[in-house]
């Protein structure tokens, strides 16, 4: 059990004790001669506490950095309501002998019981929303603005104690100043946090790899994706050559954005002094709120990956763009699918099988997996667990290449129309969603189309088109500078990494002026020109801008067709400046 898991545990065993001594000494009939009162008094005394305590999370976590603790709110919230309606109704079975006109009656005759009263109603819709997945439902926008009610609860709550109690107001004066502290706590505190930000800000001119990330995030609040830092929480070996990393807010708290099932992340890294792009399919569910996981398999001879692999560290921050990409399913769209997955492609797909067990979806799945070996099946106990305990899912695993002595029991060799249509019924009238190898991809779908699968049925997600990958071995025996060179820049330009150049946007008639580590579509979104995108990762070809005037480097262009790079067509998510540039856009 992980710490917060336990805190939460103490937390919500805790806050029950006290109901359940209240309910053993009522039984017991030990709770004096004002049996009624007292134990409407102790509810309501309890339903203020613990929604004080609710309100002291945030204040508590900015003095002291304890992240972890916004884990516990939800429980604290839950309880207070619980003990308000308890509260009433102790009151509406022995006060008022359960007689509704009577209660109705003596509530709306005296103010501060009509003050509690309200004060409960409005609890009520914050309890009911207090989830993970409401929050999902809702926007978190719209979630905090919902929740800030918390604040009017608490004033009606302590207004309502200090108009009973009429003489002895000691307690409820307590109550007031303490929430008083917490209101002006919430106002103060975010002015003394963000000025020396704000000061930092606005002392920088230029566009560097770093304050790249706080400019795009403080300019991205108007777009759908946000950037910024997220903190490695942890890692977890799922193949030996995959992991898990868990990405989880700096302070904690709930993630900065909402992505469907399916869509990604692109991650901007320094190694050896230059900047690195690739993007990674989240492959949590968008239930978990507090953080997202990316399964990562390492390249043998690949940059980022290994790099991640290798170095990454629990505490290390990664700045990131999310989210992106439209190869997406959430139950919305149909009532039964086909999954199908080879290797690592399974992370999209495992997000979307994860989000559709997770909101108990009412049709079925058959989750497709080819795997290498039975070593390489990754998520094998997760997935195995889930088919368990969800019925409508259904699992067909294939290892394509099975040693003889495995204890393997189930279905040999690659994927092949027999098995496939065997497995999943009706295969042409349900969406399909592929992802894995660019070769497995490109048979399956030619498999699927001679079944009569129509091409509108098929979804698919490439990770890198085979051109790219081409592309990349055949520079890989090239001094990297040279490499990354267009074949028409002068040969005299020096690729010195810490070179700036001026990027104008010319029909905006914005610029910037951006190392050349940064892509021109960095340098867009830091100015808040809006460039298309999907996959950030130079395969889907949605970013093309065309260059009129100047040089840039480029990763990756298969995405370009020769006569589009001869007009000085480039793909805004790859190209980064080697003279100042002018932009198309
Ligand atoms: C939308 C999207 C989602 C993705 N999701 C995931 C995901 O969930 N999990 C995941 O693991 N990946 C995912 N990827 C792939 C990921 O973005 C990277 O492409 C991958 O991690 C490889 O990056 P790299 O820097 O390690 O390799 P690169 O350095 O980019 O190399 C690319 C390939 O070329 C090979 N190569 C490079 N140099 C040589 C050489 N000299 N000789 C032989 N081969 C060479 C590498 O082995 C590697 O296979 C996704 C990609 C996209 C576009
Ligand atoms: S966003 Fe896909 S190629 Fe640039």
Request: proline share 4%; with cysteine; aromatic share 8%.
């Amino acid at each position: 059990m992980n710490e917060l898991r336990f805190w939460k545990l103490v937390v919500i065993l805790n806050s029950g004790v006290p109901l359940a001594i209240l309910a053993w000494d009522a039984a017991q009939g030990s709770l004096g001669a004002n049996a009624v009162s007292y134990a409407i008094h102790t509810t309501g005394y309890l339903s203020l506490l613990m929604l004080m305590f609710s309100l002291m999370v945030t204040p508590l976590r900015w003095l002291t950095g304890w992240n972890s603790v916004v884990g516990i709110r939800r429980a604290l919230g839950v309880y207070a309501f619980i003990y308000a309606a308890v509260h009433l109704a102790i009151y509406f079975t022995f006060d008022r002998q359960m007689s509704l006109v009577s209660t109705a009656t003596e509530i709306a005759s005296r103010v501060y019981l009509m003050i509690g009263f309200a004060a409960l109603l409005l609890m009520a819709p914050l309890a009911l929303t207090s989830t993970s997945a409401m929050v999902v439902r809702l926007g978190a926008k719209n979630w905090k603005l919902l929740h800030r009610l918390t604040y009017v609860v608490a004033i009606l709550g302590v207004l309502h104690f200090y108009l009973l109690v009429k003489a002895d107001v000691g307690e409820p004066v307590s109550f007031a100043a303490f929430l008083a502290v917490l209101l002006l706590a919430r106002v103060v505190w975010p002015y003394l946090d963000l000025a020396p930000r704000r000061k930092k800000m606005l002392a920088k001119k230029s566009l560097s790899a770093e304050p790249m990330s706080t400019a795009v995030s403080t300019q991205r609040a108007k777009t759908k994706a946000w950037s910024g830092e997220l903190v490695v929480a942890s890692i977890t070996r799922e193949t030996p050559s995959v992991q898990t990393f868990r990405l989880q807010p700096i302070e904690g708290g709930t993630l900065p954005f909402e992505f469907e099932p399916g869509q990604f992340l692109s991650l901007a890294i320094e190694i050896a002094g230059r900047r690195q792009r690739r993007s990674y399919t989240i492959a949590s569910s968008p239930l978990e709120r507090t953080f997202c996981e990316l399964t990562i398999k390492r390249e043998e001879h690949g940059t980022v990956s290994r790099h991640l692999h290798d170095n990454l560290q629990p505490g290390d921050r990664l700045t990131v763009t999310a989210p992106a990409g439209k190869f997406v399913f959430s139950g919305k769209s149909a009532t039964s699918v086909v999954l199908i997955a080879g290797g690592v492609g399974i992370t999209p797909l495992m997000s979307m099988a994860r989000y559709l067990v997770q909101t108990n979806w009412s049709g079925s799945i058959d989750f497709v997996i080819v795997a290498k070996s039975e070593k390489e099946l990754i998520f094998r106990r997760e997935i195995e667990a889930m088919q368990r305990t969800f019925s409508r899912l259904q699992i067909h695993i294939t290892l394509s290449q099975e040693m003889d002595d495995s204890s393997w029991s189930g279905k040999q060799g690659r994927l092949e129309a027999t098995w496939l249509s065997s497995c999943c019924a009706d295969l042409r009238t349900r969406p399909i969603y592929l992802c894995g190898p660019d070769g497995m991809m490109q048979q399956t779908r030619e498999m699927l189309l001679a079944l009569g699968v129509p091409p509108a049925n098929l979804h698919q997600e490439a990770f890198t088109s085979s051109s790219a990958r081409a592309e990349k071995m055949e520079l890989a025996p090239v001094a990297a500078s040279a490499a990354r060179m267009e074949p028409a820049l002068p040969t005299f330009l020096v690729d010195s990494p810490s070179a700036e150049h001026q990027v104008q946007f010319v029909r905006q008639q914005v610029a910037a002026d951006v190392r050349d580590d940064i892509t021109v579509l960095e340098a867009a979104e830091s100015l808040g020109v809006a460039i298309p995108y999907e996959c950030r990762a130079g395969v889907c070809g949605q970013c093309k801008v065309r260059l009129t005037h100047g040089h840039v480097a480029m990763d990756s262009q298969s995405a370009l067709s020769p006569q589009e790079k001869a007009f000085g067509w480039i793909l805004a998510c790859q190209a980064t400046p080697r003279t100042n540039l002018e932009v198309e856009v």
